[in-house]
């Protein structure tokens, strides 16, 4: 394919956009579609009461109404809802300038419309009521410079946001307002304002507060400050999952995702097209066109590619990164898609990407504490990594993303596995979807998490990216850098014969609360680290007498610098290996919980599966059985089985 096609696909998106609303893509039935466009700015209990009940029952059956009573009280600015009686405006009212619209949103009983007041025109007119819908101001202009690419947000005094023209506007999954670029310009009201400046996690944000005066241009010179340098370490970030369009309020063109990756300060961006909910492929032709390639707007340190998200929601989703090709299914068991049943299982599609070079990770791999709740019927059509637990030991997996999920949950799948011999990779996707401007975690900047891998030196380009995750050279966060050194020596390396050996991990970043020292039984060592300080460490004597994995942690309270939601401080390495005699980890009792993994899917495909034909279904069941050959031998012997 070509730019052309390209720019033929983001053509028809807008034209989806103008024509259809926020749901373009026509994936969402049930009438959930208002809750979720309105996400961030609904009371939260009420909005996942609302959520549960669309979830357990597949509709609501009056989504308007729901939406109307689950908003915050009072109403957010920029929402009104339209009643017989009258209209309910959101507070406080907005600033107004002179050549600037501001768009309302209205909440009608059957619809969602918009509707505009401007500094000449402040009233507000729905339905024949009439109502004061802004404070016209006096403007200035800021012009904001930081040095590079970075992320911005200008907050007044009220909490109106503030963007330039020609912006791409967001709000983070707790509503705070942000853009990206540097030497820009924005006109803004004469009245007090906060503005920050950040770029991704290897900064700390800068803070200042100015008022401009009517007329007056003035420029704001800002820069974050650095926490560490990962690529002065030979390490570099990546988000492995992240959506370029997929539906929403916006069409985004790749160049605009570089821009986002840049002002993160992210060295890997890996746009993944995927189906829904349909047999629609969101940037397929941007994946095709692509594969193999870096994107234009990449640079020597900031790469770009298009990969894929490869989902089926019995069997769990798997991004997919640095193909040279890409084939043609992408997804099974959607019934609105061309392929409704749950077959082939995804180690077919997985196995094939790989032969073209791509490294897999399974994604948001759990989303509960407890991880027998994956396979409640009442979830079965869900997201969950359940397949991992097959495809891991048929060779067909890099690595799993620990975080996007339940911490607790996903770090026990995760350890199950290691102490099954299995080498994944720890790595992290953040599920952005870049065309929702607000929505909780998906409209929340690229790269609030991210994987960091070692590249030993080598320049940083697709392959040796890929090369550092299948040598298991990596480390997943959400802010803080974490290491780990086992005499001597780091994540995804063996040491071999050593019985006593020297264990330090070092961590750098805010909101650190405890660093450890992990393996199979748990946390070996603890630092506790007070609450005003940013970096930590630990250090142990691990006495090996039998195979195992070290591995290091660090855990925290609610994230001072993440970028909205509630997100806790986490970090996690991958695992060194110690063996002993050549022999790898192989713990029976990890085994055993992974054959109860392998029955309880056996059952879910049983019970849920959909299958044009009962082979089809044998075929799965017999993946399943190749795995539950490997942690049998485990279980009875102690030793790997065979792969």
Known sequence: MTREQIDAELAGYRHALATAGYDWGVEIVGGVTPMLQFADRCDEQRWMAAFSRWKTHGVLDDP???????????????????????????????????????RYEVIAPDRIASATVSAGAPELEVNGHRVLGGDPVPAGRLRLEAGGPARWSIVDDRGGAWYPRCATR??????????????LEVDVPAVPLAIRVARGTEWTPADTKVTVAMGESR????????????????????????????????????????????????????LVAANYNTARVYDRAALDTYAGQDLPGSEPDAITRFGVEYRNDLYGHAHAFGADRWPQRLSTGHPRSGDPNDAPANAIALAEMRAHGATIGYTHAVAVADTRAVFDVARARSYEAREVVVDAPLGLVDSLDLLTGDVVGTEELYHRLLGCGLRLAATAGTDVMLSRSRGRLTSNPVGWCRAYADLRGAPLSAAAWQDAVRAGRTFATNGPWLEISVAGHGPGDRVDGAVSLLVVARAVGR?????????????????????????????????????????????????????????????HTSPVWVDIDDQRVARPADAGWCLSWLDRLTGLIQGEGRFEAPRRRHEVLKLIDQARAFYGGIAGSGEPGPR
């Open 64 to 102: 308007f109404g729901t939406l109307i009573a689950a908003l915050r009280d009072p109403l957010p600015t920029g929402v009104v809802v339209a009643a017989a009686d009258g209209l309910r405006v959101g507070s406080p009212l907005p600033y107004l300038l002179a050549g600037h619209d501001y």
């Open 170 to 183: 967001r709000y983070d999954a707790a509503g705070h307002p942000f853009f990206h670029g540097d030497r």
């Open 219 to 270: 420029t704001v010179a800002l820069t974050p400050t650095r926490l560490y340098d990962a690529a002065a370490r030979g390490w570099y970030g990546a988000d492995l999952h992240v959506h370029l369009n997929y539906t929403g309020d916006t069409v985004l063109d790749p160049a605009e995702a570089t821009l986002m990756q840049r002002g993160e300060g992210l060295h890997v961006l890996n």
């Open 511 to 571: 909101g650190l609360e405890r660093v450890e020292i992990l393996g199979p039984e748990g946390a070996l060592a603890v630092a506790e680290v007070d609450h005003d300080r940013c970096g930590a460490e630990v250090t142990t004597v691990v006495t090996a007498t039998a195979p195992t994995w070290l591995a290091a942690a660090v855990r925290g309270g609610l994230h001072p610098l993440a970028a909205g939601g509630r997100p806790v401080v986490y970090a």
